[in-house]
């Protein structure tokens, strides 16, 4: 079975000596993993909660700009993706290689969109680790918190398309390096630097792991920065549906912000109506500030204390939903590291959660999910002439 990768430069495993964790920076050439729009040089001072990026736009003049830092902790790996939807993997003739990991995603979303991100995880010590590393860079993310594994690949995950672009899984990991990060390996001041810490819940199935990400999400929390949490459920990862729901409800009071879909609501609740409003509020807990559903095509809900409704979605052509609802997510954590007080105002929530939608949309006309997630500039557009 062929594996068709397109035109894809990767950086030779010669330039990073075994055992080294560290790695140069790249002389990046335009792939279709950057980002078309980012700038000709930018340089990141992290201060407080705050990344100071001083860009030097054409006439050499600096400018200093200050975005709010969000780091994203968790998964990164390679989705094979057939080149060819309704297929079985078996019958598919080829596959396009699109790296992936929710967390890391999101963390490219929201720096292609404009903002500052961060990764912190754990990939192989092999040339798809260290091609993941080289493309968080490429799109000025920073990924001083991601470690190496010597002894364990980086995850794979070869993903069925259906006619109508939704997803099956297939995954590789036994283990892979990223169910290895251990709490000593995490870089707790990149976290504590944070204004929002996102996370997902792949992270809890196994340790060492689970322990680094508890570990994670308390340095965050002591520190004061918002917690973000997508369940992201992948029921073929977990031991059974019971330890599943066990394990993403474990850690769901702590979060201030929970992304969530229909399916989800419908799993965590056994099987009740993810449409009833009464139901999804069961899972609103007292310290929770916003709880988002999304529904694909048809948007999403918010929730919080005060107010709910629904945002309509934009149209589109769905050729992979693989990344929408982490675009969505980037979306919605880009605006929100700018302005909390968007919690407080419904029509300007409405606003933020029109853009996250219209994020979501154009990640699903490409495949793979990094090289489809969009510009500021593309989904202002898109908003302006929705996309058929």
Not at 82 to 87: D, Q, S
Not at 147 to 165: C, E, H, I, W, Y
Not at 215 to 231: E, F, Q, T, W
Request: charged fraction near 25%; aromatic fraction near 8%; glycine fraction near 8%.
């Amino acid at each position: 079975m062929a594996l068709h990768c397109g035109a894809f430069c990767l950086k030779s495993v010669a330039s990073h000596p075994p055992g080294s964790v560290k790695f140069s920076q790249p002389s990046v050439k335009a792939s279709a993993f950057s980002c078309p729009l980012s700038p000709p040089l930018v340089r990141l001072n992290i201060k407080g909660n705050r990344v100071l990026g001083k860009a030097f736009p054409g006439d050499g003049t600096p400018e200093t700009k200050e975005s709010p830092l969000v780091v994203c902790f968790g998964e990164m790996l390679i989705d094979f993706v057939p080149t060819i939807n309704g297929l079985s993997l078996a019958d598919a003739p080829a596959f396009k290689k699109a790296p992936g990991g929710a967390p890391a995603n999101v963390a490219v979303g929201i720096a292609r969109l404009g903002g500052s991100s961060a990764f912190i995880g754990k990939v192989g010590e092999d040339e798809f680790g260290y091609m993941l590393a080289d493309i968080l860079k490429e799109n000025n993310v920073n990924n001083e918190g991601m470690r190496f594994d010597p002894g364990a690949r980086t995850a794979l995950a070869f993903v069925t398309l259906r006619s109508d672009g939704e997803r099956e899984f297939m995954f590789y990991r036994n283990p892979s390096a990223d169910m290895l990060l251990q709490e000593d390996e995490l870089d707790l001041d990149l976290i504590r630097k944070a204004k929002i810490f996102h996370y997902g819940s792949i992270s809890l199935i196994t340790e060492p792991c689970k322990s680094a990400h508890i570990a994670a999400v308390k340095a965050a929390k002591d520190a004061g920065v918002v917690l973000s949490y997508d369940p992201n459920l992948r029921l073929p990862l977990w031991p059974s549906a019971d330890s599943a729901r066990e394990g993403i409800l474990s850690i769901w009071e702590t979060a201030d912000i929970i992304k969530t879909s229909e399916e989800e609501i419908s799993f965590l609740t056994n099987g009740e109506d993810p449409y009833n409003d009464a139901v999804v509020r069961k899972l609103f807990h007292p310290n929770l500030r916003l709880l988002l559903v999304t529904e694909g095509p048809d948007g999403c809900r918010y929730y919080t204390k005060e107010f709910s409704g629904r945002v309509e979605g934009l149209k589109v052509d769905a050729v992979d939903t693989t990344g929408a609802g982490d675009a969505f997510v980037a979306g919605t954590l880009l605006q929100l590291a700018e302005d909390l007080s968007l919690l407080q105002k419904e029509e300007k929530l409405r606003d933020s959660l029109k853009f996250a939608n219209a994020c979501g949309a154009l990640t699903v006309t490409e495949r793979g999910a990094i090289p489809a997630l969009p510009t500021k500039e593309a989904v202002l557009n898109a908003m302006l002439r929705p996309v058929s």
